[in-house]
């Protein structure tokens, strides 16, 4: 981590991130010390030290993670984002854009892609890096035509036949005036009926936030898998917490009551498998996440398209039926 972004990590993390920039200055030390064997030796024991004082400091917190915690750990300032999923895992990446109505919505990324030999489109969320591709993304929360522009592309996968990956990762759909007069909650709806019947293979991931109907509007597929600290949720906890309890400061709470971690999904028939992350999440160790993520994608994608296309179908439809779990009472 650079410094300034060590200056933006979850509360949790700090004593974590503070030991680490002590080691990496003990480190430096040493180097300036190579010719004297004495300070070397000395350095280097106090180093061995740091090193066993981290690891019981992350065991400490790493292994007993709470909801609110992972929710924090989804928006990580170091976290891999989509781009960085797709230069890392896809080659040949044509960039599609445009909703062929009104302009381009760059919070969500739509292209052609070959991933591992396979011809696919791939879509996602783009939330940006630095302050001015924030802006331009709106921090991930896409206006109708980035979704009529993922349907529109949906489309034309269907009609090359090829497989749909689809990043999930946002805070929502933009809630602004702007977007409801465009149709928002349409363009959404229409998207999830839509991607409901696409008679390809289907993938989704969720890599960090996500943020209800926002995440639903690429989100609906053959399989669903979750990153061990991604959250998926009809809202996010400061939300939930203004709306129950009139206080965002509850959203710890909050995301204890709403269910929204990887273990919950899974229960709840949501999703249907966990990528395991590296410790401590996948921003301690993007390279090793993507390899994982690949690995995944790759039997997913191995058994889907294996599957007659009406077999598929019918998969889906039990699959979307099965989702979640409710309570009949008696009139």
Not at 9 to 28: C, N, S, Y
Not at 64 to 71: A, G, I, Q, S
Request: proline fraction near 5%; charge should be negative.
């Amino acid at each position: 981590m650079s410094g300034v972004d060590r200056l933006n990590v979850p509360e949790f993390e700090r004593p974590i991130v503070e030991l680490e920039m002590k080691i990496e200055g003990r480190r430096m030390d040493l180097a300036n010390v190579a010719d004297n064997e004495e300070e070397t030796k000395s350095i280097q024991g106090e180093i061995d030290e740091l090193e066993k004082d981290l690891k019981k400091l992350m065991d400490s917190v790493f292994e007993k993670l709470d909801p609110w915690d992972r929710v924090q750990l989804s928006r990580h300032p170091n976290r891999p984002l989509t781009d960085d999923y797709l230069a890392a895992l896809f080659d040949d990446v044509q960039e599609l854009q445009g909703d062929g109505n009104f302009k381009d919505d760059p919070a969500i990324i739509t292209a052609f892609a070959t991933f591992e030999g396979t011809k696919c489109m791939v879509m996602g969320h783009r939330k940006g890096k630095t302050l001015q591709e924030r802006l331009k993304c709106n921090f991930g929360c896409a206006h109708p035509e980035g979704y009529r522009k993922a349907l529109r592309k949906m489309q034309m996968a269907q009609k090359f036949k090829l497989p749909i990956i689809s990043f999930i990762n946002t805070p929502g759909a933009y809630p602004g005036i702007e977007a409801e007069e465009r149709g928002q909650s349409q363009a959404i709806a229409e998207a999830i009926r839509e991607m409901s019947g696409l008679r390809v293979p289907i993938i989704t991931l969720t890599i960090g936030e996500g943020g209800s109907g926002g995440a639903l509007g690429i989100g609906v597929g053959d399989r669903y898998l979750i990153m061990e600290n991604a959250y998926y949720s009809v809202i996010s906890p400061e939300g939930c917490a203004a709306i129950l309890w009139h206080d965002a400061k509850k959203a710890s709470e909050a995301a204890r009551v709403l269910r929204l971690t990887p273990n919950d999904l899974l229960e709840l028939g949501i999703m249907d498998e966990i990528v395991p992350e590296p410790y401590g999440g996948a921003h301690r160790d993007p390279r090793r996440a993507f390899d994982t993520v690949r690995t995944h994608l790759q039997k997913h994608l191995k058994e889907l398209m294996a599957l007659e296309i009406d077999d598929l179908m019918e998969q889906r439809y039990q699959k979307l039926r099965s989702m979640g779990k409710y309570i009949e009472v008696a009139a």
